[in-house]
C-alpha cells in the first residue's frame, strides 16, 4: 500500500528533536513511527505521521525544510525469516531498495520501504 512520508532535514543541534515533536504535538498531528539517521552536522527525520500536509505546513513555517515523500507499506508477521522471505520476492532489477524502517505492533510489522520503482515493487509482493 503506498503512504506518504514526511522527511524533515534538521541541523544537528540541542533542541531541534524537541522543537520539532512540540510542533506537531500542538497541531494535534500524531507521529505514528520514524526514522532518524544524522551525521555530525545534519539530521534526516522520516515520518509517518496522521496528517502529512499540516505537518509539511508547520513545519516549513517554523524554517524547517520539509519534503513528501512516497512510500510503500507493508504489514508483515512476527515469524522467524519472514523479512528474508518478504526481501526475496524483490529482485534487484527490479528496485533497489533505498531506505526502510518499521512500524511495530502485536500482529507483527508494517514495514516502510522506499524503492525508487514502488509499482514494480507492489507488483513483485502482489500488493
Do not use: C, W
Not at 515520518?47 to 510503500?72: Q, R, W
Request: proline share 4%.
Amino acid at each position: 500500500m503506498r503512504m506518504n512520508q514526511i522527511s524533515v532535514f534538521i541541523e544537528n543541534k540541542e533542541g531541534n528533536l524537541l522543537t520539532v515533536s512540540k510542533i506537531l504535538k500542538d497541531n494535534n498531528i500524531d507521529i505514528r513511527t520514524l526514522s532518524l539517521a544524522d551525521t555530525s552536522e545534519y539530521g534526516m527525520l522520516r515520518m509517518i505521521v496522521s496528517d502529512e500536509e499540516l505537518a509539511k505546513k508547520v513545519l516549513k513555517e517554523a524554517g524547517f525544510p520539509v519534503s513528501i515523500t512516497p512510500v510503500i507499506a507493508v504489514r508483515t508477521n512476527n515469524k522467524v525469516g519472514y523479512m528474508h522471505d518478504l526481501l526475496e520476492k524483490i529482485p534487484a532489477e527490479i528496485a533497489n531498495i533505498e531506505y526502510m524502517y518499521t512500524l511495530p505492533s502485536d500482529e507483527g510489522s508494517v514495514l516502510i520501504l522506499k524503492v525508487a520503482n514502488p509499482d514494480k515493487v507492489e507488483e513483485a509482493l502482489g500488493n
